[in-house]
Protein backbone atom coordinates (compact mmCIF):
# COMPACT_ATOMS: atom_id res chain seq x y z
CA UNK A 1 0.00 0.00 0.00
CA UNK A 2 1.20 3.47 -0.98
CA UNK A 3 1.85 6.37 1.91
CA UNK A 4 -1.72 8.51 1.53
CA UNK A 5 0.74 11.85 0.50
CA UNK A 6 2.65 9.70 -1.71
CA UNK A 7 -0.40 8.22 -3.73
CA UNK A 8 -1.67 12.20 -3.73
CA UNK A 9 1.32 12.80 -5.55
CA UNK A 10 1.05 10.07 -7.78
CA UNK A 11 -2.81 10.79 -9.19
CA UNK A 12 -1.58 14.18 -9.83
CA UNK A 13 1.17 12.91 -11.93
CA UNK A 14 -0.79 11.09 -13.76
CA UNK A 15 -3.66 13.12 -14.11
CA UNK A 16 -1.07 15.91 -15.90
CA UNK A 17 0.64 13.59 -17.82
CA UNK A 18 0.68 13.69 -21.71
CA UNK A 19 1.22 11.10 -24.19
CA UNK A 20 4.09 11.60 -26.65
CA UNK A 21 2.72 10.76 -30.00
CA UNK A 22 -1.23 12.44 -29.40
CA UNK A 23 -0.45 15.02 -26.53
CA UNK A 24 -3.44 13.44 -24.72
CA UNK A 25 -4.00 12.22 -21.30
CA UNK A 26 -3.84 9.07 -20.19
CA UNK A 27 -6.06 6.41 -21.04
CA UNK A 28 -7.13 4.29 -18.55
CA UNK A 29 -5.63 1.16 -19.39
CA UNK A 30 -2.18 2.97 -19.85
CA UNK A 31 -3.07 4.74 -16.63
CA UNK A 32 -3.30 2.13 -14.63
CA UNK A 33 -0.88 -0.02 -15.90
CA UNK A 34 1.58 3.17 -14.96
CA UNK A 35 -0.12 3.12 -11.61
CA UNK A 36 0.72 -0.87 -10.96
CA UNK A 37 4.32 -0.49 -12.03
CA UNK A 38 4.88 2.09 -9.23
CA UNK A 39 2.91 0.30 -6.61
CA UNK A 40 5.02 -2.86 -7.27
CA UNK A 41 8.44 -0.62 -7.46
CA UNK A 42 7.86 0.76 -3.96
CA UNK A 43 6.61 -2.80 -2.60
CA UNK A 44 10.27 -3.70 -3.73
CA UNK A 45 11.76 -1.14 -2.12
CA UNK A 46 10.05 -1.66 1.05
CA UNK A 47 10.46 -5.42 1.17
CA UNK A 48 14.22 -4.67 1.09
CA UNK A 49 14.38 -2.13 3.64
CA UNK A 50 11.18 -2.28 5.67
CA UNK A 51 12.10 0.95 7.93
CA UNK A 52 12.46 3.42 4.85
CA UNK A 53 10.08 5.91 4.98
CA UNK A 54 8.32 6.88 1.10
CA UNK A 55 6.14 9.35 1.70
CA UNK A 56 7.53 11.56 -1.38
CA UNK A 57 8.56 11.23 -4.52
CA UNK A 58 11.99 13.31 -3.41
CA UNK A 59 12.75 9.98 -1.28
CA UNK A 60 13.40 8.36 -4.47
CA UNK A 61 17.10 8.32 -6.16
CA UNK A 62 18.73 6.68 -8.95
CA UNK A 63 20.11 3.20 -6.72
CA UNK A 64 16.24 2.87 -6.35
CA UNK A 65 15.51 2.06 -10.26
CA UNK A 66 19.14 -0.42 -10.25
CA UNK A 67 17.38 -2.26 -7.09
CA UNK A 68 14.20 -2.41 -8.98
CA UNK A 69 15.21 -3.80 -12.45
CA UNK A 70 17.58 -6.76 -10.61
CA UNK A 71 14.37 -7.47 -9.07
CA UNK A 72 12.36 -7.83 -12.33
CA UNK A 73 15.57 -9.69 -13.94
CA UNK A 74 15.35 -11.78 -11.21
CA UNK A 75 11.78 -12.46 -10.62
CA UNK A 76 10.30 -15.87 -11.73
CA UNK A 77 6.49 -16.20 -13.39
CA UNK A 78 4.66 -19.62 -13.98
CA UNK A 79 6.75 -22.66 -14.72
CA UNK A 80 9.11 -20.89 -13.38
CA UNK A 81 10.11 -19.01 -16.24
CA UNK A 82 11.93 -15.32 -15.98
CA UNK A 83 10.40 -12.17 -17.16
CA UNK A 84 10.65 -11.50 -20.94
CA UNK A 85 13.11 -8.59 -21.56
CA UNK A 86 9.96 -6.50 -23.15
CA UNK A 87 8.22 -6.86 -20.01
CA UNK A 88 11.17 -6.07 -18.23
CA UNK A 89 11.10 -2.88 -20.52
CA UNK A 90 7.94 -1.97 -20.38
CA UNK A 91 8.08 -1.65 -16.14
CA UNK A 92 11.16 0.79 -16.35
CA UNK A 93 9.81 2.72 -19.26
CA UNK A 94 6.07 3.27 -16.69
CA UNK A 95 8.24 4.32 -13.91
CA UNK A 96 10.44 6.51 -16.61
CA UNK A 97 7.34 8.19 -17.32
CA UNK A 98 6.29 8.90 -13.93
CA UNK A 99 9.41 9.89 -12.67
CA UNK A 100 10.46 12.50 -15.46
CA UNK A 101 6.68 14.03 -15.12
CA UNK A 102 7.50 14.69 -11.28
CA UNK A 103 10.63 16.17 -12.59
CA UNK A 104 9.13 18.49 -15.00
CA UNK A 105 6.28 19.32 -12.54
CA UNK A 106 9.01 20.29 -9.98
CA UNK A 107 8.24 17.80 -7.45
CA UNK A 108 12.11 16.66 -7.45
CA UNK A 109 15.29 18.31 -7.53
CA UNK A 110 16.91 16.37 -10.01
CA UNK A 111 15.52 13.32 -12.69
CA UNK A 112 16.56 10.12 -11.17
CA UNK A 113 16.33 8.51 -14.34
CA UNK A 114 18.49 10.42 -16.05
CA UNK A 115 21.02 9.82 -13.47
CA UNK A 116 20.60 5.92 -13.49
CA UNK A 117 20.67 5.09 -17.06
CA UNK A 118 18.91 1.86 -17.35
CA UNK A 119 19.77 -1.17 -19.46
CA UNK A 120 17.02 -1.08 -21.97
CA UNK A 121 16.31 -4.34 -23.64
CA UNK A 122 15.27 -3.99 -27.53
CA UNK A 123 12.05 -4.30 -28.71
CA UNK A 124 11.73 -8.25 -29.21
CA UNK A 125 11.33 -8.65 -32.77
CA UNK A 126 7.90 -10.80 -34.30
CA UNK A 127 7.80 -14.15 -35.99
CA UNK A 128 5.81 -15.35 -38.45
CA UNK A 129 3.55 -18.25 -38.73
CA UNK A 130 3.17 -20.68 -41.72
CA UNK A 131 0.01 -21.38 -43.30
CA UNK A 132 -0.82 -24.31 -42.04
CA UNK A 133 0.04 -23.45 -38.23
CA UNK A 134 -2.51 -20.58 -39.11
CA UNK A 135 -4.85 -23.12 -40.35
CA UNK A 136 -4.26 -25.26 -37.46
CA UNK A 137 -4.66 -22.16 -34.73
CA UNK A 138 -7.95 -20.65 -37.09
CA UNK A 139 -9.53 -24.25 -37.18
CA UNK A 140 -13.61 -24.44 -36.30
CA UNK A 141 -14.00 -28.30 -35.83
CA UNK A 142 -17.45 -28.82 -36.65
CA UNK A 143 -16.74 -32.48 -35.16
CA UNK A 144 -15.69 -30.98 -31.55
CA UNK A 145 -19.62 -28.41 -32.00
CA UNK A 146 -21.66 -31.26 -33.10
CA UNK A 147 -21.35 -32.61 -29.47
CA UNK A 148 -20.82 -29.30 -27.30
CA UNK A 149 -23.66 -27.37 -25.41
CA UNK A 150 -23.85 -23.74 -26.95
CA UNK A 151 -21.82 -21.88 -24.08
CA UNK A 152 -18.84 -24.29 -25.18
CA UNK A 153 -19.77 -24.01 -28.82
CA UNK A 154 -19.73 -19.94 -28.52
CA UNK A 155 -16.34 -20.07 -26.99
CA UNK A 156 -14.90 -22.48 -29.83
CA UNK A 157 -16.20 -19.98 -32.55
CA UNK A 158 -14.88 -16.83 -30.74
CA UNK A 159 -11.83 -17.75 -30.04
CA UNK A 160 -11.00 -18.95 -33.33
CA UNK A 161 -12.36 -15.90 -35.34
CA UNK A 162 -10.82 -13.53 -33.43
CA UNK A 163 -7.75 -14.20 -33.72
CA UNK A 164 -8.46 -14.76 -37.70
CA UNK A 165 -9.54 -10.97 -37.81
CA UNK A 166 -6.22 -10.42 -36.05
CA UNK A 167 -3.93 -12.04 -38.36
CA UNK A 168 -6.53 -11.17 -41.84
CA UNK A 169 -5.95 -7.35 -41.01
CA UNK A 170 -2.93 -6.67 -39.30
CA UNK A 171 -4.62 -6.14 -35.76
CA UNK A 172 -3.06 -5.07 -32.67
CA UNK A 173 -4.56 -7.53 -29.92
CA UNK A 174 -5.89 -4.36 -28.04
CA UNK A 175 -7.99 -3.18 -31.55
CA UNK A 176 -9.51 -6.88 -31.75
CA UNK A 177 -11.53 -7.24 -28.50
CA UNK A 178 -12.23 -3.40 -28.56
CA UNK A 179 -13.98 -3.89 -32.01
CA UNK A 180 -18.00 -2.76 -32.34
CA UNK A 181 -20.80 -4.17 -34.41
CA UNK A 182 -20.44 -0.74 -36.04
CA UNK A 183 -17.43 -0.90 -37.10
CA UNK A 184 -17.67 -3.53 -39.31
CA UNK A 185 -18.94 -1.63 -42.74
CA UNK A 186 -20.92 -4.55 -44.66
CA UNK A 187 -22.78 -1.77 -46.59
CA UNK A 188 -19.15 -0.94 -48.41
CA UNK A 189 -18.68 -4.27 -49.55
CA UNK A 190 -16.59 -4.41 -52.39
CA UNK A 191 -17.47 -6.64 -55.81
CA UNK A 192 -14.70 -8.72 -54.40
CA UNK A 193 -16.14 -9.33 -51.25
CA UNK A 194 -13.67 -7.25 -49.10
CA UNK A 195 -15.55 -5.41 -46.45
CA UNK A 196 -13.80 -2.21 -44.65
CA UNK A 197 -13.39 -2.35 -40.94
CA UNK A 198 -12.95 0.66 -38.69
CA UNK A 199 -9.96 0.99 -35.95
CA UNK A 200 -10.70 3.59 -33.46
CA UNK A 201 -8.47 5.46 -31.41
CA UNK A 202 -5.33 3.13 -32.36
CA UNK A 203 -2.15 2.91 -30.58
CA UNK A 204 -0.80 6.85 -30.73
CA UNK A 205 -3.67 8.56 -32.23
CA UNK A 206 -6.09 11.49 -30.85
CA UNK A 207 -9.64 10.83 -29.28
CA UNK A 208 -12.23 10.32 -32.33
CA UNK A 209 -9.91 9.31 -34.59
CA UNK A 210 -10.08 6.40 -37.13
CA UNK A 211 -8.78 4.59 -39.51
CA UNK A 212 -9.96 1.94 -42.21
CA UNK A 213 -8.27 -1.71 -42.62
CA UNK A 214 -9.93 -4.41 -45.05
CA UNK A 215 -11.71 -8.06 -44.40
CA UNK A 216 -11.30 -10.50 -47.07
CA UNK A 217 -13.56 -12.85 -47.50
CA UNK A 218 -12.23 -15.95 -45.75
CA UNK A 219 -12.54 -13.60 -42.34
CA UNK A 220 -16.05 -12.06 -43.10
CA UNK A 221 -18.00 -15.50 -43.76
CA UNK A 222 -16.09 -16.39 -40.09
CA UNK A 223 -17.45 -13.35 -38.88
CA UNK A 224 -21.05 -13.88 -39.82
CA UNK A 225 -20.97 -17.60 -38.20
CA UNK A 226 -19.53 -15.91 -34.81
CA UNK A 227 -22.29 -13.37 -35.21
CA UNK A 228 -25.16 -16.08 -35.68
CA UNK A 229 -23.36 -18.31 -32.40
CA UNK A 230 -23.18 -14.68 -30.12
CA UNK A 231 -27.20 -13.77 -30.97
CA UNK A 232 -27.94 -17.39 -30.15
CA UNK A 233 -26.14 -17.18 -26.88
CA UNK A 234 -27.56 -14.50 -26.09
CA UNK A 235 -31.48 -15.82 -25.78
CA UNK A 236 -30.13 -18.76 -24.53
CA UNK A 237 -28.52 -16.39 -21.03
CA UNK A 238 -31.20 -13.40 -21.68
CA UNK A 239 -27.76 -11.15 -22.27
CA UNK A 240 -27.89 -7.90 -23.69
CA UNK A 241 -25.31 -6.35 -25.75
CA UNK A 242 -23.09 -4.14 -24.09
CA UNK A 243 -21.96 -0.74 -25.44
CA UNK A 244 -18.04 0.34 -25.46
CA UNK A 245 -17.22 3.25 -24.08
CA UNK A 246 -13.73 4.80 -24.96
CA UNK A 247 -10.69 5.28 -23.03
CA UNK A 248 -9.92 8.44 -24.04
CA UNK A 249 -13.12 10.81 -24.47
CA UNK A 250 -15.33 8.86 -22.16
CA UNK A 251 -18.31 8.59 -24.95
CA UNK A 252 -20.00 5.73 -25.87
CA UNK A 253 -18.35 3.72 -29.36
CA UNK A 254 -20.72 1.29 -30.20
CA UNK A 255 -21.88 -2.11 -29.21
CA UNK A 256 -18.90 -4.63 -28.19
CA UNK A 257 -18.57 -7.37 -31.31
CA UNK A 258 -16.47 -9.79 -29.44
CA UNK A 259 -18.04 -10.74 -25.74
CA UNK A 260 -16.92 -12.98 -22.74
CA UNK A 261 -19.51 -15.58 -21.26
CA UNK A 262 -20.98 -12.29 -19.66
CA UNK A 263 -21.80 -10.35 -22.69
CA UNK A 264 -19.35 -7.75 -21.46
CA UNK A 265 -16.23 -6.78 -23.06
CA UNK A 266 -13.06 -8.31 -22.97
CA UNK A 267 -9.76 -7.51 -21.82
CA UNK A 268 -6.24 -8.19 -22.03
CA UNK A 269 -5.80 -10.76 -20.29
CA UNK A 270 -8.87 -12.59 -21.50
CA UNK A 271 -7.22 -12.43 -24.81
CA UNK A 272 -4.45 -13.49 -24.35
CA UNK A 273 -5.05 -16.65 -22.38
CA UNK A 274 -7.67 -17.62 -25.22
CA UNK A 275 -4.55 -17.72 -27.47
CA UNK A 276 -2.80 -19.88 -25.04
CA UNK A 277 -5.21 -22.27 -24.68
CA UNK A 278 -5.91 -21.96 -28.26
CA UNK A 279 -2.27 -22.16 -29.30
CA UNK A 280 -1.42 -25.41 -27.20
CA UNK A 281 -4.31 -27.21 -28.66
CA UNK A 282 -3.08 -26.43 -32.30
CA UNK A 283 0.44 -27.30 -30.43
CA UNK A 284 2.16 -24.58 -31.45
CA UNK A 285 5.86 -23.85 -30.51
CA UNK A 286 4.56 -21.44 -27.08
CA UNK A 287 7.18 -18.63 -27.90
CA UNK A 288 4.69 -17.32 -30.11
CA UNK A 289 2.41 -14.28 -29.07
CA UNK A 290 -0.62 -12.51 -29.75
CA UNK A 291 1.26 -9.92 -32.02
CA UNK A 292 2.91 -12.15 -33.99
CA UNK A 293 -0.42 -12.80 -36.16
CA UNK A 294 -0.51 -8.94 -37.21
CA UNK A 295 3.73 -9.37 -37.90
CA UNK A 296 2.51 -12.64 -39.86
CA UNK A 297 0.40 -10.33 -42.21
CA UNK A 298 2.64 -8.14 -42.93
CA UNK A 299 5.11 -10.39 -44.04
CA UNK A 300 3.06 -11.54 -46.39
CA UNK A 301 1.97 -8.40 -48.07
CA UNK A 302 5.87 -7.80 -47.93
CA UNK A 303 6.62 -11.08 -49.70
CA UNK A 304 3.35 -10.87 -52.29
CA UNK A 305 5.76 -7.72 -53.49
CA UNK A 306 3.09 -4.73 -52.10
CA UNK A 307 4.47 -1.39 -52.40
CA UNK A 308 6.33 -0.05 -49.16
CA UNK A 309 3.88 2.75 -49.23
CA UNK A 310 0.58 0.61 -49.50
CA UNK A 311 2.41 -1.98 -46.79
CA UNK A 312 2.33 1.12 -44.35
CA UNK A 313 -0.73 2.41 -45.10
CA UNK A 314 -2.43 -1.81 -44.39
CA UNK A 315 -0.25 -1.75 -41.54
CA UNK A 316 -0.81 2.06 -40.35
CA UNK A 317 2.50 2.89 -39.36
CA UNK A 318 3.56 5.88 -38.75
CA UNK A 319 6.30 6.11 -41.32
CA UNK A 320 7.24 4.65 -44.50
CA UNK A 321 10.49 4.45 -42.82
CA UNK A 322 9.52 2.20 -39.69
CA UNK A 323 7.82 -0.29 -42.42
CA UNK A 324 11.13 -0.14 -44.37
CA UNK A 325 13.30 -0.51 -41.57
CA UNK A 326 11.36 -3.53 -39.92
CA UNK A 327 10.40 -5.34 -43.02
CA UNK A 328 12.03 -4.71 -46.17
CA UNK A 329 15.07 -6.23 -46.75
CA UNK A 330 17.58 -6.74 -49.53
CA UNK A 331 20.91 -8.15 -50.42
CA UNK A 332 23.38 -7.30 -53.27
CA UNK A 333 22.34 -10.79 -55.10
CA UNK A 334 18.48 -9.56 -55.37
CA UNK A 335 19.35 -6.43 -56.23
CA UNK A 336 21.79 -6.89 -59.30
CA UNK A 337 18.91 -10.58 -60.55
CA UNK A 338 16.53 -6.75 -60.53
CA UNK A 339 18.76 -4.86 -62.68
CA UNK A 340 19.32 -7.39 -64.96
CA UNK A 341 15.65 -8.01 -65.19
CA UNK A 342 15.51 -3.87 -66.50
CA UNK A 343 18.80 -3.37 -68.51
CA UNK A 344 19.93 -7.12 -69.30
CA UNK A 345 19.41 -8.71 -72.36
CA UNK A 346 15.94 -9.74 -72.89
CA UNK A 347 15.41 -12.29 -75.23
CA UNK A 348 11.32 -13.01 -76.32
CA UNK A 349 10.42 -16.45 -74.61
CA UNK A 350 7.03 -17.83 -74.88
CA UNK A 351 4.70 -18.14 -72.39
CA UNK A 352 4.72 -22.05 -72.29
CA UNK A 353 6.91 -24.27 -74.04
CA UNK A 354 5.41 -26.68 -76.27
CA UNK A 355 5.49 -30.29 -75.02
CA UNK A 356 7.15 -31.39 -78.46
CA UNK A 357 10.15 -29.44 -77.62
CA UNK A 358 10.77 -30.25 -74.07
CA UNK A 359 13.69 -33.18 -73.60
CA UNK A 360 12.80 -36.33 -71.89
CA UNK A 361 14.94 -38.84 -70.49
CA UNK A 362 18.15 -38.32 -69.25
CA UNK A 363 18.86 -35.35 -71.45
CA UNK A 364 16.28 -33.31 -69.37
CA UNK A 365 17.62 -34.30 -66.20
CA UNK A 366 21.11 -33.31 -67.10
CA UNK A 367 19.77 -29.87 -67.60
CA UNK A 368 18.15 -29.68 -64.42
CA UNK A 369 20.90 -30.94 -62.54
CA UNK A 370 23.31 -28.12 -64.11
CA UNK A 371 20.83 -25.48 -63.40
CA UNK A 372 20.86 -26.51 -59.49
CA UNK A 373 24.42 -26.55 -59.78
CA UNK A 374 24.34 -23.06 -60.75
CA UNK A 375 22.13 -21.31 -58.33
CA UNK A 376 24.50 -22.90 -55.80
CA UNK A 377 22.59 -26.08 -54.98
CA UNK A 378 23.73 -29.43 -54.06
CA UNK A 379 23.23 -32.48 -55.84
CA UNK A 380 19.70 -34.08 -54.97
CA UNK A 381 18.08 -37.03 -56.43
CA UNK A 382 14.92 -35.97 -54.56
CA UNK A 383 14.46 -32.85 -55.90
CA UNK A 384 15.05 -34.10 -59.52
CA UNK A 385 12.55 -36.83 -59.52
CA UNK A 386 10.51 -34.32 -58.35
CA UNK A 387 11.25 -31.78 -61.25
CA UNK A 388 10.87 -34.89 -63.60
CA UNK A 389 6.86 -35.27 -62.07
CA UNK A 390 6.08 -31.81 -62.74
CA UNK A 391 6.76 -31.90 -66.40
CA UNK A 392 4.90 -35.22 -66.54
CA UNK A 393 2.07 -34.26 -65.04
CA UNK A 394 1.79 -30.59 -66.86
CA UNK A 395 2.20 -28.67 -63.85
CA UNK A 396 3.36 -25.10 -64.25
CA UNK A 397 6.82 -24.00 -62.35
CA UNK A 398 8.15 -25.20 -59.24
CA UNK A 399 5.75 -24.79 -57.26
CA UNK A 400 5.44 -27.31 -54.20
CA UNK A 401 9.59 -26.62 -54.45
CA UNK A 402 9.95 -24.32 -52.52
CA UNK A 403 9.40 -22.19 -48.98
CA UNK A 404 8.34 -18.30 -48.88
CA UNK A 405 10.91 -16.45 -46.38
CA UNK A 406 8.59 -16.73 -43.56
CA UNK A 407 8.20 -20.02 -44.07
CA UNK A 408 11.55 -20.78 -44.15
CA UNK A 409 12.05 -18.08 -40.76
CA UNK A 410 9.68 -20.16 -38.90
CA UNK A 411 11.28 -23.93 -40.09
CA UNK A 412 14.64 -22.63 -39.06
CA UNK A 413 13.37 -20.80 -35.56
CA UNK A 414 15.47 -17.91 -37.02
CA UNK A 415 14.15 -14.50 -37.28
CA UNK A 416 14.08 -12.27 -40.76
CA UNK A 417 16.54 -10.11 -39.47
CA UNK A 418 19.42 -13.29 -38.71
CA UNK A 419 18.28 -14.87 -42.19
CA UNK A 420 19.35 -11.47 -44.68
CA UNK A 421 22.33 -10.51 -42.65
CA UNK A 422 23.59 -13.67 -41.32
CA UNK A 423 22.52 -16.73 -43.29
CA UNK A 424 22.11 -15.63 -46.33
CA UNK A 425 25.82 -13.09 -46.95
CA UNK A 426 27.55 -16.28 -45.16
CA UNK A 427 26.13 -18.79 -47.67
CA UNK A 428 24.10 -20.69 -45.26
CA UNK A 429 21.53 -20.69 -47.55
CA UNK A 430 20.69 -19.35 -50.92
CA UNK A 431 17.69 -17.44 -51.94
CA UNK A 432 16.04 -17.46 -55.17
CA UNK A 433 13.79 -15.48 -57.35
CA UNK A 434 9.96 -16.58 -58.00
CA UNK A 435 8.28 -13.39 -59.94
CA UNK A 436 8.57 -10.52 -57.18
CA UNK A 437 9.24 -13.12 -54.23
CA UNK A 438 12.45 -13.99 -52.85
CA UNK A 439 11.99 -18.27 -52.08
CA UNK A 440 14.41 -21.39 -50.92
CA UNK A 441 14.64 -24.56 -52.22
CA UNK A 442 12.75 -26.82 -49.75
CA UNK A 443 15.55 -29.58 -49.81
CA UNK A 444 18.17 -27.39 -48.82
CA UNK A 445 15.96 -25.65 -45.99
CA UNK A 446 14.30 -28.79 -44.36
CA UNK A 447 17.94 -30.39 -44.46
CA UNK A 448 19.18 -27.28 -42.28
CA UNK A 449 15.69 -27.95 -40.21
CA UNK A 450 16.77 -30.83 -39.13
CA UNK A 451 19.87 -30.07 -37.74
CA UNK A 452 19.68 -29.64 -33.77
CA UNK A 453 20.80 -26.60 -31.77
CA UNK A 454 22.97 -27.21 -28.70
CA UNK A 455 20.20 -26.61 -26.29
CA UNK A 456 18.51 -29.24 -28.11
CA UNK A 457 21.26 -31.60 -28.77
CA UNK A 458 22.14 -31.06 -25.03
CA UNK A 459 18.41 -32.55 -24.12
CA UNK A 460 18.15 -35.50 -26.44
CA UNK A 461 21.66 -36.63 -24.64
CA UNK A 462 19.91 -36.04 -20.72
CA UNK A 463 22.02 -33.19 -20.10
CA UNK A 464 19.70 -30.61 -17.85
CA UNK A 465 21.90 -27.64 -18.49
CA UNK A 466 20.88 -24.08 -18.13
CA UNK A 467 23.64 -23.29 -20.82
CA UNK A 468 24.78 -26.62 -22.42
CA UNK A 469 28.54 -26.58 -22.04
CA UNK A 470 28.82 -30.66 -21.59
CA UNK A 471 27.88 -31.41 -25.36
CA UNK A 472 30.25 -28.40 -26.31
CA UNK A 473 33.00 -30.33 -24.33
CA UNK A 474 32.43 -33.44 -26.46
CA UNK A 475 32.78 -31.45 -29.94
CA UNK A 476 35.82 -29.83 -28.88
CA UNK A 477 37.41 -33.14 -27.97
CA UNK A 478 36.03 -35.04 -31.46
CA UNK A 479 33.83 -37.22 -29.51
CA UNK A 480 31.17 -35.70 -31.34
CA UNK A 481 30.24 -34.09 -34.97
CA UNK A 482 29.16 -30.53 -35.09
CA UNK A 483 28.47 -27.97 -37.71
CA UNK A 484 29.05 -24.72 -36.95
CA UNK A 485 26.34 -22.45 -38.44
CA UNK A 486 27.00 -18.28 -38.18
CA UNK A 487 27.84 -18.35 -34.41
CA UNK A 488 26.04 -21.14 -33.36
CA UNK A 489 26.51 -25.40 -33.77
CA UNK A 490 24.52 -27.82 -35.47
CA UNK A 491 24.06 -31.43 -34.94
CA UNK A 492 22.44 -34.31 -37.08
CA UNK A 493 20.66 -36.58 -34.97
CA UNK A 494 21.96 -39.62 -36.31
CA UNK A 495 25.18 -38.34 -34.86
CA UNK A 496 23.41 -37.94 -31.22
CA UNK A 497 21.77 -41.35 -31.72
CA UNK A 498 25.33 -43.37 -32.47
CA UNK A 499 27.04 -41.22 -29.88
CA UNK A 500 24.20 -42.54 -27.02
CA UNK A 501 25.11 -45.67 -28.29
CA UNK A 502 28.81 -45.64 -27.80
CA UNK A 503 28.40 -43.87 -24.82
CA UNK A 504 26.04 -46.93 -23.15
CA UNK A 505 27.60 -49.84 -24.60
CA UNK A 506 31.11 -48.52 -23.01
CA UNK A 507 33.03 -48.26 -26.60
CA UNK A 508 33.31 -44.21 -25.98
CA UNK A 509 36.18 -43.13 -23.56
CA UNK A 510 35.29 -39.76 -22.38
CA UNK A 511 38.06 -38.06 -20.79
CA UNK A 512 38.64 -37.08 -17.08
CA UNK A 513 40.58 -34.17 -17.02
CA UNK A 514 39.46 -31.70 -19.82
CA UNK A 515 42.49 -30.27 -21.54
CA UNK A 516 42.44 -26.13 -22.03
CA UNK A 517 41.70 -25.97 -26.42
CA UNK A 518 40.79 -23.16 -28.43
CA UNK A 519 38.00 -24.90 -30.92
CA UNK A 520 39.09 -24.53 -34.46
CA UNK A 521 36.05 -23.94 -37.83
CA UNK A 522 33.67 -26.46 -37.51
CA UNK A 523 33.42 -27.08 -41.48
CA UNK A 524 30.68 -25.01 -42.98
CA UNK A 525 27.03 -25.94 -43.89
CA UNK A 526 27.24 -27.53 -47.51
CA UNK A 527 28.89 -30.55 -45.55
CA UNK A 528 24.89 -31.22 -44.21
CA UNK A 529 24.32 -32.26 -48.38
CA UNK A 530 27.23 -33.81 -49.28
CA UNK A 531 31.08 -34.09 -49.35
CA UNK A 532 31.78 -33.54 -45.95
CA UNK A 533 34.51 -32.95 -44.02
CA UNK A 534 33.45 -32.06 -40.32
CA UNK A 535 36.48 -30.93 -38.22
CA UNK A 536 36.94 -33.95 -35.86
CA UNK A 537 40.30 -34.18 -34.04
CA UNK A 538 41.22 -37.25 -31.94
CA UNK A 539 40.36 -37.11 -28.44
CA UNK A 540 43.31 -36.69 -26.04
Known amino acids: MLDASLKRQLDVI?????????????????????????????????TKDPKRSLRSVKDFNPDDLGTYQRHLEQKKIGGGALLKPGSITRSL????????????????????????????????????????????????????????????????????VMFSVQKDAALRAGEVFRLCDEDIQWARKTPGGVVPVLIRESK??????????????????????????????????????????SDKSGKPLGTVLFVNQQGATMDMGGYQQAFRVLSTKAGLDSGYTTHDLRHTRICEWVDAGLNPRKV??????????????????????EIFADLDGLYGTKTDVPAAIPKDLIPSGEVRRALFQHALKAEGHPHDEHVLDRLDRLIEEGEAGLAGLYYTVHETCAKLKIQRTQLYVGWIPAG????????????FLK??????????????????????????TTILRFASQGLLPAIRIGKTMRFKIDDLIEFLKDKNS????????????????????????GSASFWLPKAP
Open 14 to 46: LDNHRTRTSGESLARGSRAGYQKAFEDFVSVLQ
Open 93 to 160: MGLKAIFQAAYRAKLMPTNIVAEFKPKWHAAEEGRCLTGEEVERLCEIDETYLKHETLLNQFFHIRNA
Open 204 to 245: GRLAGSSETVPLTPWATARLKRYLDVRQRMFQARGLKPTTLV
Open 312 to 333: QHLARHKSVQLTLEKYYHTSEK
Open 428 to 439: HIHPLKDGSRTV
Open 443 to 468: AEVDALAGLRTTEEASLILGYREKKP
Open 506 to 529: GRLRLPARVPKMKMPPIGRTGDVF
